[in-house]
């Protein structure tokens, strides 16, 4: 064995000197993959970035809507991430996909809980998030919903769930006021069974009765049944001069359809998981006559023109109500985070419930109970393949 050379490196030392060139080089390639992707979409490690997550029904019937909040959501994103995102870091969007159905709803929160998200930004379909509530809840994470609005939404009094559009009972007294302004003398309504048609339904219903507009048949249809004859039947055979459809436009294009075929000739109301371009796909002018749409954001707003060409210009395609509920329910989220100065889930949501900005659907603040301080509402009118806004009255 031959003595060791001094100053020649030992065998230990060679084997520190390797593993710390690795170790050089696994942090290089990490570095280079997290900041290579789409600003907003690629994933990064979790202290270089702020995770919002959305649940929203990128599947199913619903899709359209929910493609259009995703596309939003991004947009908002994306626009924060140019300005140098929030507090010193990057914000990255996770989307998970709920369906509008329940089941799948509570498997995509639990998923979207794992990446580690400090706010939902998500929801559409109100029977597919209510039960990821809890799940929410459990881990600490607020929410700012974005489309849903059902009273079931805050009926478990949960501290840290906020809604960006309206609740149903703001909705009905609304839409009531407009049928009756309209000459409706009795109203039909008509649900899907699920937790934001059916409250919105009751709630129509109740304010129906209290300004005076009786109420004869209240049905229930069931989703993607190939006819609703039967259904329109009974509207017509109970006298209604009036139909509130509160449920969503797959359904609702069928049943104005069969209405029309069926004879009907009053006026047909739908309610803002309607109000959609879909409802009018096939349906010719004399079968969307007098079909009405109440909503709570409308892209052709004058106030949102500059917008609706952001829109166009960073996704390629139309905007619709959603996509301006998804956009708000993002920067306020970002907003609360920058007003908190941290990402700790509890701060951040003391901080939204002090929200008070200016969105693109108006000013946001809260109630104490999560529900929109000043929503507001909208009667579009069909006409052709879109909507017209329906002037509201002056001093009302």
Excluded at 203 to 221: F, I, P
Excluded at 270 to 279: F, K, W
Aim: proline share 5%.
């Amino acid at each position: 064995m031959r003595p060791q050379l001094s100053g020649a490196p030992t065998e230990e030392k060679i084997v520190r000197l390797v593993t710390s060139a690795v170790a050089a080089l696994l942090i290089a390639v990490t570095s280079g993959c997290a900041s290579s992707g789409e600003s907003g979409t690629a994933s990064a490690p979790a202290q270089e970035v702020i995770r919002l997550g959305t649940l929203v029904p990128v599947s199913g019937r619903s899709s359209p809507s929910g493609e259009a909040m995703v596309n939003a959501a991004r947009m908002a994103v994306d626009e924060a991430n140019a300005k140098g995102g929030v507090l010193g870091r990057r914000i990255e969007l996770v989307v998970g996909d709920d369906a509008c159905d329940p089941g799948t709803a509570v498997t995509a929160a639990r998923e979207v809980v794992a990446r580690d998200v400090t706010v939902s930004v998500g929801g559409y379909c109100s029977s597919a998030t209510v039960p990821t509530l809890k799940i929410f809840r459990s881990a600490g994470v607020p929410m700012v919903v974005a489309q849903s609005n059902s009273t079931d939404l805050l009926a478990p009094k949960y501290d840290s769930v906020f809604l960006i559009s309206g609740t149903v009972a703001a909705e009905a007294e609304f839409a009531v006021d407009w049928m009756k302004r309209l000459g409706g003398t009795r109203l039909a309504v008509v649900h899907d069974g699920t937790s934001f048609p059916v409250t919105l339904a009751g709630s129509t219903a109740d304010s129906a009765r209290r300004k005076g507009l009786a109420v004869g048949a209240q049905l229930e249809l069931s989703q993607g049944a190939p006819s609703y004859a039967r259904i329109a039947d009974a509207v017509i055979r109970g006298g209604a001069d009036v139909v509130y459809y509160t449920g969503y436009y797959a359904e609702a294009n069928q049943l104005v359809a069969d209405l029309r075929a069926g004879g009907f000739e009053g006026r047909i109301f739908v309610g803002d998981g309607a109000t959609n371009g879909p409802l009018l796909d096939g349906l010719d002018a004399a079968q969307t006559r007098d079909l009405y749409g109440t909503a709570m954001l409308w892209a052709d707003l004058p106030e949102l023109k500059d917008w609706a060409q952001r829109y166009r210009t960073a996704v390629g395609a139309e905007p619709n109500p959603s996509s301006v509920a998804a956009y708000d329910a993002v920067n306020v989220a970002l907003d609360a985070i920058r007003r908190a100065g941290t990402t700790d889930r509890a701060a951040v949501r003391k901080a939204i419930a002090e929200t008070d900005m200016m969105g693109m659907s108006g000013k946001v603040s809260f109630n104490p109970d999560g529900s929109r301080a000043e929503p507001r509402f909208l009667l579009l009118r069909a006409d052709g393949k879109g909507f017209t806004l329906v002037p509201q009255p002056s001093g009302t």
